[in-house]
């Protein structure tokens, strides 16, 4: 990693971990959501279609317990199960209606969509990608070609799970009591889908985003739909999959409008990272487009940016943006320490060049292997990475369903020997 000079070192906060952080607001997470920022920022984001609202019934499938796919989502869209499991299901109680769930119109939209794309897509909600379950995936990537793909990888990530429940929990101005009194107040409040709009109402209790405007390359397919108590829309987000080298990917933490960090994405090492004058390029790189295309245009004073620079280093990409919040990784740095820094604009008559943003990189093939696993936190048993390895989704489904099953009867034959033994010991 490269490590900052003297003059550049950071200091540890004997604060709080929540110490330094700028007061959080219901609009700057808003102002994070895909629609909101999407439609000013095409021109340098990947193609993408949002599919928006989502209706009540998918949310509420994305919330159950349990690990099944919707009938019908898979390739060809044929059913997931076979003839054997469909039987059994078939017999077993009516209140046990967890394989029988169908979206009929949502795989439509997503299965045109994916044609449309040449096939493949990433996923991911409002604000997050199911990076964290890119493990069910057969590559462990996120690399959607069915809709089954896209609903195994979204209920089970945690990541997911946050947007759907926990979006605004750290905002100063979020009062979960007051929110099922005026959903149907903001229900018909006008769309907004404009940043400089959103940017005008950080006291607003909502964004009704009306995502991408149709167009050859992106567009935005709406429908009615049931409100839930929620107070802003689900939205499903599906970007055109192109192979995107981890190596490329850059994390910016913006703090009053100032870039002041940047850290590699990724925990590996490269050999072509390490020079000084590829480091300086690379800061110049992001600079000159943060303050020519994001500074001016994004409504938030803080926050964090994801950045793609292409394999020639010639063009970058805005992959997404984040709270400048604990709940957002920090990556190489400490929040501690990027809350303590305090750069002040550059004076002209300075000849002394500014050490911001300061850039941290895997410096060595040791920090590497010291640095704990991307969303090590979400690791799965030994058991499942058996049963997932290079499986499809269907097999994989069929599969686990099939071990939660032996995993019952033995626990039930196991209560039953002991309890025989008791009785026979008495």
């Given at each position: 990693m490269s490590r900052p000079s003297s003059s550049e070192e950071l200091q540890d906060s004997t604060d709080s971990s929540a110490a330094g952080f700028p007061p959080l607001t219901r609009a700057a997470v808003l102002a994070c959501q895909f629609s909101s920022w999407y439609p000013t920022f095409r021109k340098h984001s990947p193609k993408a279609t949002v599919i928006k609202p989502l209706e009540d019934r998918f949310i509420d499938y994305l919330e159950s317990d349990g690990l099944f796919l919707p009938e019908g989502s898979g390739p060809m869209g044929v059913?997931?199960?076979?003839?054997?499991?469909?039987?059994?299901?078939?017999?077993?109680?009516?209140?046990?209606?967890?394989?029988?769930?169908?979206?009929?119109?949502?795989?439509?939209?997503?299965?045109?969509?994916?044609?449309?794309?040449?096939?493949?897509?990433?996923?991911?909600?409002?604000?997050?990608?199911?990076?964290?379950?890119?493990?069910?995936?057969?590559?462990?990537?996120?690399?959607?070609?069915?809709?089954a793909?896209?609903?195994?990888?979204?209920?089970?990530?945690?990541?997911?799970?946050?947007?759907?429940?926990?979006?605004f929990d750290e905002c100063v101005d979020y009062e979960p009591e007051k929110e099922e009194e005026s959903v149907q107040e903001e229900a018909s409040a006008p769309p907004q889908d404009d940043l400089a709009q959103l940017a005008a109402q950080l006291a607003l209790q909502e964004q009704e985003t009306s995502a991408t405007d149709s167009s050859d390359d992106e567009e935005a397919l709406e429908r009615p739909t049931r409100r839930r108590k929620s107070p802003y829309k689900f939205e499903l987000v599906l970007k055109k999959w192109f192979d995107m080298p981890k190596s490329q990917e850059w994390r910016c933490f913006v703090k009053d409008r100032k870039l002041v960090a940047i850290s590699q994405r990724d925990t590996?090492?490269?050999?072509?990272?390490?020079?000084?004058?590829?480091?300086?390029?690379?800061?110049?790189?992001?600079?000159?487009?943060?303050?020519?295309?994001?500074?001016?245009?994004?409504?938030?004073?803080?926050?964090?940016?994801?950045?793609?620079?292409?394999?020639?280093?010639?063009?970058?990409?805005?992959?997404?943006?984040?709270?400048?919040?604990?709940?957002?990784?920090?990556?190489?740095?400490?929040?501690?320490?990027?809350?303590?820094?305090?750069?002040?604009?550059?004076?002209?008559?300075?000849?002394?060049?500014?050490?911001?943003?300061?850039?941290?990189?895997?410096?060595?093939?040791?920090?590497?292997?010291?640095?704990m696993p991307s969303f090590s936190h979400n690791r799965y048993p030994k058991d499942v990475v058996e049963l997932s390895d290079g499986t499809s989704?269907?097999?994989?489904?069929?599969?686990?369903?099939?071990?939660?099953?032996?995993?019952?009867?033995?626990?039930?034959?196991?209560?039953?020997?002991?309890?025989?033994?008791?009785?026979?010991g008495r």
């Open positions: 059913s997931e199960l076979s003839d054997d499991e469909d039987s059994r299901n078939g017999s077993e109680s009516e209140d046990d209606q967890s394989w029988q769930v169908t979206f009929p119109e949502l795989d439509a939209d997503i299965r045109r969509i994916l044609t449309k794309y040449d096939g493949a897509v990433f996923p991911k909600l409002n604000w997050s990608s199911p990076q964290d379950a890119a493990w069910m995936i057969p590559g462990q990537a996120l690399k959607c070609q069915c809709p793909d896209v609903y195994l990888l979204l209920k089970s990530s945690d990541f997911i799970s946050h947007d759907l429940d926990h979006a590996n090492y490269y050999d072509f990272l390490q020079p000084e004058d590829v480091q300086a390029d690379l800061r110049a790189k992001i600079s000159a487009f943060f303050k020519d295309e994001i500074r001016d245009v994004f409504p938030s004073q803080s926050y964090v940016i994801d950045l793609y620079l292409t394999r020639g280093n010639d063009r970058l990409f805005i992959i997404d943006f984040n709270p400048y919040a604990p709940q957002t990784d920090a990556l190489l740095f400490a929040w501690e320490s990027l809350n303590a820094l305090s750069p002040s604009a550059p004076s002209s008559s300075s000849s002394t060049p500014s050490p911001y943003p300061l850039l941290r990189v895997i410096d060595s093939p040791t920090m590497s292997s010291q640095t989704i269907a097999d994989f489904a069929k599969e686990w369903a099939k071990k939660l099953e032996e995993g019952v009867k033995d626990s039930v034959g196991g209560e039953e020997e002991r309890e025989g033994s008791d009785v026979a």
